[in-house]
């Protein structure tokens, strides 16, 4: 109920493959451009109904990302199965502002009450990171 499992690239298919085979110990998911070692989604779940007991699953990946069509099978497969999900699709590639939007938008979420009508808004207008400010340094 209160531990939360997130990752990037590999981490994220790891992610995947021990928090979906391991929902009683978790309740939160975060993956990031999850890579190849990511399970089929029959695999992951092949009881897709228990994963609506989980919190949150957040899954991120860049548009442009080479590793895109695992987070989309998985995607797509709680689709299908009606599991409430956040989806999110920010442009980009396999690099550092798509994880750092996408860790931003799980983070707000993490350990709140997560209601379906928020997991859509937040699919429809997802939260930008705000640019971080220069410390100015002074002199000695």
């Known amino acids: 109920k209160y ?7 590999m981490g994220g298919g790891q992610t995947q ?24 989604p029959e695999e992951l779940l092949p009881n ?13 990946c860049g548009d442009a990302d080479g590793l895109l069509s695992f987070s989309k099978r998985t995607h797509d497969y709680l689709t299908e199965h009606q599991i409430p999900h956040i989806y999110y699709i920010e442009p980009g590639g396999h690099d550092f502002k798509v994880w750092k939007d996408g860790l931003y938008g799980f983070t707000q979420l993490l350990f709140k009450p997560v209601t379906p009508e928020m997991m859509q808004k937040f699919n429809n207008n997802p939260p930008q990171v705000k640019p971080a400010v220069p ?6």
Do not use: E
């Open 48 to 60: 897709p109904q228990k994963a609506k007991k989980m919190k949150l699953i957040f899954i991120s």
């Open 135 to 140: 410390q100015q340094r002074g002199r000695r």
């Open 3 to 9: 531990r939360a499992l997130a990752g990037l690239s």
């Open 17 to 40: 493959n021990f928090a979906f085979g391991n929902m009683d110990k978790f309740a939160w998911l975060g993956a990031f451009s999850s890579a190849p070692n990511t399970k089929v």
